[in-house]
């Protein structure tokens, strides 16, 4: 190995030094404890989490149409409150939309990677 002395990895180390500016760490970059913790898929439905979103973003895609179809040539007060009542109708789908996609990126980051 023809590493300059301060980055080569000790002979007894398994695993190679992780060189920064301050120090060096010895160890792999990802911790070996959480392995065990893993999830199994038979424990997450992903199939279902993953309907779930997609459900969502159609409710919200579908909110985003009825605002837009809202906005129209007619200036009153009444269609006014309509539009404002559909913006808020949008929101709230854009809020569920990623409560459902981050329900399934965390079940998916417990199933790949433990956490």
């Given amino acids: 190995m023809n590493l300059p002395i301060a980055i080569r990895p000790p002979s007894n180390s398994r695993f190679p030094c992780h060189e920064t500016l301050v120090n060096c760490y010895r160890g792999p970059l990802t911790p070996l404890s959480g ?10 439905d992903f199939d279902q989490l993953l ?7 159609d409710r919200w895609v579908d909110a ?3 605002e837009e179809a809202l906005a129209n040539d007619d200036h ?6 309509r539009w404002d009542d559909a913006g808020f109708k949008v929101d709230d789908a854009e809020q569920e939309a990623r409560k459902s996609r981050d329900a399934y990126k965390d079940a998916l980051r417990e199933k790949n990677y433990g956490f």
């Fill in 35 to 44: 392995l065990s913790k893993f999830t199994s898929m038979a424990e997450l």
């Fill in 51 to 57: 309907k779930d979103y997609k459900t969502a973003v």
């Fill in 64 to 66: 985003i149409r009825a």
């Fill in 76 to 81: 009153s007060m009444v269609e006014m409150e």
